[in-house]
């Protein structure tokens, strides 16, 4: 079955790093994959999405390109603020499908 | 416009007692989903309903666990005879399009 793989944390960084959270997926067909944020104490937020190869999806800084012969949606941001100190979700959904696979999360934590 | 809202947003209850989850979609989404996040994982899909029919139950992890929108808007999880392996954030997702739009959750703990 479907199924998505991110990178475990937690990922520690100082602010103004660059950052890459890996995710890979394993999908028939042409999935649409997402990624959301989780900050502490809050839902689930969509921060991006892409929904056919080679789409960069892109929000806030951050950037994923949909790459369809690696099966990878890896998450990148150019320098990292505190405030993006949250969980990271990648998501696929099949397309002949309707609900969201999850990866595991990998939280983030940006120092001063 | 509001998001979607979840009430109660954290329930403890004891081991063998009733709950109920209660979700409140964007106005107009027609398809809602339920899924279950255990602590340190990722959101697991429950069921899913477009307007009031339960097209999908299948990941409902036991029949303790019932779900229902009679009027296609609001929609109710119940958990009977609660157990600890229930203890988890229960999430709801109105929809639009190919986006799920998320509820800040229900946290919910058996005792």
């Known amino acids: 079955g479907d199924s998505v793989t991110q990178m475990e944390g937690p990922v520690t960084l100082s602010e103004e790093a660059f950052l890459t959270i890996n995710c890979t997926y394993t999908?028939?067909?042409?999935?649409?994959l997402f990624w959301y944020v989780q900050y502490p104490g809050e839902g689930l937020q969509l921060l991006l999405k892409?929904?056919?190869?080679?789409d960069k999806g892109s929000n806030k800084g951050f950037e994923a390109t949909y790459r369809k012969e690696t099966t990878s949606f890896h998450l990148e941001k150019g320098s990292v603020q505190v405030s993006d100190s949250a969980v990271y979700f990648c998501?696929?959904?099949?397309?002949?499908?309707?609900?969201?696979?999850f990866g595991s999360g990998t939280r983030l934590l940006v120092r001063p | 416009g509001a998001g979607v809202s979840q009430s109660p947003r954290y329930k403890v209850a004891k081991r063998g007692q009733d709950v109920a989850l209660r979700c409140d979609p964007i106005?107009?989404?027609?398809?809602l989903f339920w899924y279950q996040q255990a602590l340190g994982q990722g959101p697991e899909f429950l069921t899913y309903?477009?307007?009031?029919?339960?097209?999908?139950k299948s990941g409902l992890p036991s029949d303790r666990f019932f779900a229902e929108r009679p009027e296609g808007s609001v929609s109710t999880l119940k958990i009977q005879r609660t157990q600890q392996e229930d203890s988890a954030v229960y999430l709801c997702?109105?929809?639009?399009?190919?986006?799920?739009?998320f509820g800040p959750g229900t946290r919910l703990t058996v005792l």
């Open positions: 998501a696929l959904r099949g397309d002949s499908s309707y609900k969201l696979i």
């Open positions: 999908a028939t067909g042409y999935p649409s």
């Open positions: 892409a929904t056919k190869a080679d």
């Open positions: 106005s107009g989404h027609v398809s």
């Open positions: 309903f477009q307007n009031e029919a339960q097209l999908d």
């Open positions: 997702a109105s929809v639009s399009g190919p986006t799920q739009y």
